[in-house]
């Protein structure tokens, strides 16, 4: 049986230059693929934070208590798990259970929502989401992987994205 050439494939693909320049422009715009794509509405100050997650190597966002941080870190992992497949995205915090904290967030808040459902893969182990006290995977059908780590046990592991909570 002969070699399938993927790149070929893709390109073959209806309006594949129109879904190239779709998909740079919510790379680049993180917000409006949120409230777009997943249907899913942001205060205006979201807005201005998910566009900064989506454009800069590195930010520090510094809010108040009940501001919403966990919530929009949550929904911003799963937005960058669909706009790059296949990346390994690690939510590290100092202690284990702060950083299953993200995870459960798209557990508690997320699948309530058809159009984030529709990118998880519920199909491992029958559910959508892992969760114990240390340890938090949720796994997305581009082939993404959000998970959670305590700051002593990211050592060895690799990671596309990186998300800091509760950074000391």
Same mark, same amino acid.
């Given at each position: 049986?002969?070699? @399938?050439? /993927? *790149?070929?494939?893709?390109?073959?693909? !209806?309006?594949?230059?129109?879904?190239?320049?779709? @998909?740079?422009?919510?790379?680049?715009?993180?917000?409006?693929?949120?409230?777009?794509?997943? !249907?899913?509405?942001? !205060? #205006?100050?979201?807005?201005?934070?998910?566009?900064? =997650?989506?454009?800069?190597?590195?930010?520090?966002?510094? /809010?108040?208590?009940?501001?919403? /941080?966990?919530?929009?870190?949550?929904?911003?992992?799963?937005? =960058?798990?669909? =706009?790059? #497949?296949?990346?390994?995205?690690?939510?590290?915090?100092?202690? *284990?259970?702060? *950083?299953?904290? +993200?995870?459960?967030?798209?557990?508690? !808040?997320?699948?309530?929502? #058809?159009? +984030?459902?529709?990118?998880?893969? *519920?199909?491992?182990?029958?559910?959508?989401?892992? @969760?114990?006290?240390?340890?938090?995977?949720?796994?997305? /059908?581009?082939?993404?992987?959000?998970?959670?780590?305590?700051?002593?046990?990211?050592?060895?592991?690799?990671?596309?994205? =990186?998300?800091?909570?509760?950074?000391?």
């Amino acid at each position: 049986m002969p070699a @399938i050439d /993927k *790149a070929s494939q893709i390109r073959e693909l !209806k309006n594949y230059e129109a879904w190239q320049k779709q @998909i740079w422009y919510w790379r680049t715009h993180l917000d409006r693929f949120i409230e777009e794509y997943f !249907k899913i509405k942001l !205060k #205006p100050s979201q807005r201005v934070d998910a566009r900064i =997650l989506g454009n800069f190597q590195s930010i520090d966002l510094v /809010k108040n208590r009940g501001a919403g /941080k966990t919530w929009l870190i949550a929904i911003c992992a799963i937005a =960058l798990g669909v =706009l790059y #497949p296949g990346s390994s995205i690690a939510v590290i915090s100092s202690t *284990a259970e702060q *950083a299953v904290l +993200v995870v459960k967030k798209i557990e508690e !808040k997320f699948l309530q929502y #058809p159009d +984030v459902l529709r990118e998880i893969n *519920a199909s491992r182990h029958n559910k959508p989401v892992q @969760i114990n006290p240390h340890k938090g995977v949720c796994w997305l /059908k581009s082939g993404s992987k959000i998970e959670s780590y305590s700051m002593g046990t990211l050592r060895g592991n690799r990671a596309k994205i =990186l998300i800091c909570d509760e950074a000391p």
